[in-house]
């Protein structure tokens, strides 16, 4: 169907979810375009279900909320795209740390031509910790060696997706965040079109991925989708 679902995933944001979310919605009816919000909550501990709740009741429908048992923000993408409403799916982070008011509308639109919309930190602008931009920077390198996809920005937020597009490859996605690599990759060998926008990004906050472990699943995630793909290549 005609319309946004814009997916967030949530991880212990009692602090910020309620605020953020209400902007998000008011933003979008702005829009004047159907919209939903999904809010996809794994495993947070503090009052973060709770707010959630109180934000799908008074939304008059336009806020749902996913609760799952397993932390993970690929279980939750996965997740919400089996249940989301509308056909453009836009991923954004709860922090709003992006410049959603610009990558929203213009997301959806190149949605039309395109099954990927790809927000990039590294061709926009960035104010990120240095070790975060030198980790990203590597996985970047060697993913373009490895797969051959031009692609400047594998983090979750900021990405647009159309529905129908990435259902087959739906089954492909595993608990952490390595979807966005593999869904490109998918698409693109499809024969279809990703595009990338630049982004503004002014994150500065504690992130709540541990970075030692989130490089090291990102690495080895890269490494057994690279011999799967060769395995399959050479059968
Ligand atoms: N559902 C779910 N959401 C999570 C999980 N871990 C993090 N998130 C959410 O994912 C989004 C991104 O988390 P951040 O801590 O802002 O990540 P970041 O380090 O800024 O990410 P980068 O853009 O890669 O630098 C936020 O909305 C988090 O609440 C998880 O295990 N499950
Ligand atoms: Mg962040």
Redesign the pocket.
Known sequence: MKGISVI????N?EKILSANIRKLARFLSGMRVKYEIII????STDRTDEIARRLVAESRGKVRLLTLAN???GY?FKAAVAVARYDKLISI???L?VDYRSFIPECAMLLGTNSIIIGSKTVGSQR?PLT?KLLSAGFIALTHLMLGIRLTDH???AKGYRRNDIMPFLSDIDRGSFYVTMLVYKISKAGKRYAEIPVVCD?RRK???SISKETLYRFKSLVSFWLREKLEYAA
Do not use: M, Q
């Not at 967030?8 to 991880?11: A, G, K």
């Not at 996809?40 to 495993?43: I, Y």
């Open positions: 967030v995933p949530v991880y944001e996809s909550d794994n495993g932390r993970g923000v939750a982070d709860a922090d740390t990120r975060r983090s979750i937020g994150d992130s709540k991925f």
